[in-house]
């Protein structure tokens, strides 16, 4: 089952801390975005491998959009 990891609120993407392809365990920290000078974690949900990066470093992102997806 594919899952959708979505930015919490608007913001830029500080840092993707995972590759495509590495697995990956529910709580753990997929994405830091920067949003009012605040580092937010954006972790997955669920256990399982990274398919899609769709963020990028410095892209500026709205609530709900789409970051990476988890199969």
């Known amino acids: 089952m594919m899952t959708k990891i979505k930015a919490s ?5 500080w840092k993707i ?3 495509e392809g590495e697995e990956v365990k ?3 920290d997929v994405v830091i975005l920067e949003s009012m000078k ?4 954006i ?5 399982g491998v990274v398919k899609k990066i769709i963020a990028q470093e410095g892209m500026f992102v709205n609530e709900e959009e789409d970051l990476l997806e988890i199969e």
């Open 26 to 28: 529910a709580g753990q």
């Open 9 to 13: 609120m608007a913001g830029t993407v």
């Open 38 to 41: 605040m580092e937010i974690p």
């Open 17 to 19: 801390v995972v590759t």
């Open 43 to 47: 972790s997955a949900e669920s256990d």
